[in-house]
């Protein structure tokens, strides 16, 4: 167990939707980060909170959006959902230093109809 | 840019044989390299890292890497496969913390290794 935990852990949606993706890292972790993994683009970071503020944006659409609350945990919001939209989205938390590994939840696995 | 490649989307191997997955990387500065692996239906998990000091890196689950300077390569490798380390492997570089720490990843590997 990394002690990131991701829900839902599946969602199954339509396009033109909207759905909110929650993280909460582990205890202590003030990082937290969103990557998409698809079989045609890999695992493709999005963004990076620290402490509540956007600390680094990736290659995140401007459909999708996410935040970082005083508890810590975050939150991917994804709307106008497409087809390729369909996804495992995970979440990662881990050290502030550079040399230290990042812990990652299981994924929420999005299917978008 | 920090990146890392991986040139092999596959790579089959009998269990008992020796195990090797292939990475390069392309970093300015120091490299903080990384090796995860994600079985089915699961997140990623952590294998192995170097930062510095010896270029032969040891990690969980018998696996080791060799870090590579004049190739800039950071190669896997397992001396005897087991079927369990059917999965899939990737390569990463962290970012430095001006550059927010993330991790960048490679396309990663799957192993398949046959009884």
């Known amino acids: 167990d990394s002690g990131v935990t991701q829900t839902p852990k599946h969602l199954i949606t339509a396009t033109g939707q909207r759905v909110t993706l929650r993280c909460s890292p582990r205890s202590g972790d003030l990082s937290v980060y969103w990557y998409q993994q698809s079989l045609d683009q890999g695992l493709q970071f999005l963004i990076q909170?620290?402490?509540?503020?956007?600390?680094a944006k990736g290659n995140i659409l401007e459909r999708f959006s996410a935040q970082q609350f005083p508890d810590l945990h975050s939150e991917l919001n994804l709307s106008s959902l497409e087809l390729g939209d369909s996804a495992l989205y995970f979440c990662?938390?881990?050290?502030?230093?550079?040399?230290?590994?990042?812990?990652f939840g299981s994924g929420t696995q999005l299917s978008v109809l | 840019a920090q990146s890392v490649a991986q040139p092999e989307d596959q790579v089959n191997v009998a269990e008992g044989n020796p195990l090797t997955v292939k990475c390069t990387y392309s970093v300015s500065g120091n490299p903080y390299l990384f090796w995860y692996v994600q079985y089915p239906n699961r997140g990623l998990q952590f294998l192995l890292k170097?930062?510095?000091?010896?270029?032969l890196v040891k990690g969980s689950y018998g696996f080791e890497a060799e870090f590579n300077k004049s190739q800039t390569s950071f190669h896997l490798k397992k001396p005897s496969a087991l079927v369990s380390d059917s999965a899939l492997y990737f390569c990463a570089v962290r970012h430095s913390k001006a550059a927010g720490n993330k991790l960048t990843f490679g396309g990663g590997t799957r192993v398949l290794v046959k009884p």
């Open positions: 909170y620290y402490n509540g503020e956007e600390r």
């Open positions: 990662a938390s881990g050290g502030g230093a550079t040399n230290e590994k990042l812990f």
């Open positions: 170097y930062i510095t000091g010896d270029n």
